[in-house]
């Protein structure tokens, strides 16, 4: 291990100091991943592969934990998580429109979940377990009811100009 932590680049600082600080214990595996998150603010695969290979498991074994837990992200993440109810009240009140309304403005797609400004990231999810305000949102904690197009829109430019004016 010292060997390798001598020859890491600097992308792989932070995950060395998570294994170094729990000793390159394979046992310790969800919680180093939850602190490579934090660190990185996902998982990248090639810092994955750096943990298996320090912590002398497989990159699979490493990859099957990541993907099991929902709470970890493979891709890189917006500073707002924009997350869409599509659950069956949100989704009959036309949740798919307030879906395709924020992809337009955000230049996003059902591939690309993150916008190029790294600002946002649109996620759709099953229930946010408000249904008597569907359609419902989330922007990081901050919950959104009765969504329409025009919120959307609103709401985008809200963030964006507060964005604007703490730069």
Same mark, same amino acid.
């Given at each position: 291990?010292?060997?390798?932590?001598?020859?890491?680049?600097?992308?792989?600082?932070?995950? /060395?100091?998570?294994?170094?600080?729990?000793? /390159?214990?394979?046992?310790?595996?969800?919680? #180093?991943?939850?602190?490579?998150?934090?660190?990185?603010?996902?998982?990248?695969? *090639?810092?994955?592969?750096?943990? $298996?290979?320090?912590?002398?498991?497989?990159?699979?074994?490493?990859?099957?934990?990541?993907?099991?837990?929902?709470?970890?992200?493979?891709?890189?993440?917006?500073?707002?998580?924009?997350?869409?109810?599509?659950?069956?009240?949100?989704?009959?009140?036309?949740?798919?429109?307030?879906?395709?309304?924020?992809?337009?403005?955000?230049?996003?797609?059902?591939?690309?979940?993150?916008?190029?400004?790294?600002?946002?990231?649109?996620?759709?999810? $099953?229930? #946010?377990?408000?249904?008597?305000?569907?359609?419902? #949102?989330?922007?990081?904690? *901050?919950?959104?009811?009765?969504?329409?197009?025009?919120?959307?829109?609103?709401?985008?430019?809200?963030?964006?100009?507060?964005?604007?004016?703490?730069?």
């Amino acid at each position: 291990m010292q060997k390798n932590m001598q020859e890491v680049g600097t992308k792989h600082e932070a995950a /060395c100091a998570i294994l170094e600080k729990h000793e /390159c214990n394979p046992h310790m595996l969800v919680p #180093i991943l939850q602190e490579i998150q934090s660190a990185y603010s996902y998982l990248p695969e *090639d810092v994955m592969n750096y943990v $298996a290979d320090s912590l002398n498991i497989t990159p699979g074994t490493v990859f099957g934990v990541a993907t099991f837990y929902s709470h970890f992200a493979l891709e890189a993440k917006g500073k707002y998580i924009i997350r869409v109810c599509n659950g069956t009240a949100c989704h009959v009140r036309k949740s798919v429109e307030i879906i395709k309304t924020f992809q337009a403005q955000l230049g996003l797609d059902e591939k690309k979940h993150t916008s190029d400004d790294n600002l946002f990231t649109l996620e759709e999810v $099953a229930c #946010i377990g408000a249904c008597g305000l569907a359609p419902v #949102i989330t922007i990081n904690d *901050d919950v959104y009811g009765a969504m329409t197009k025009e919120k959307v829109i609103e709401l985008i430019s809200k963030y964006k100009e507060e964005e604007t004016a703490n730069a």
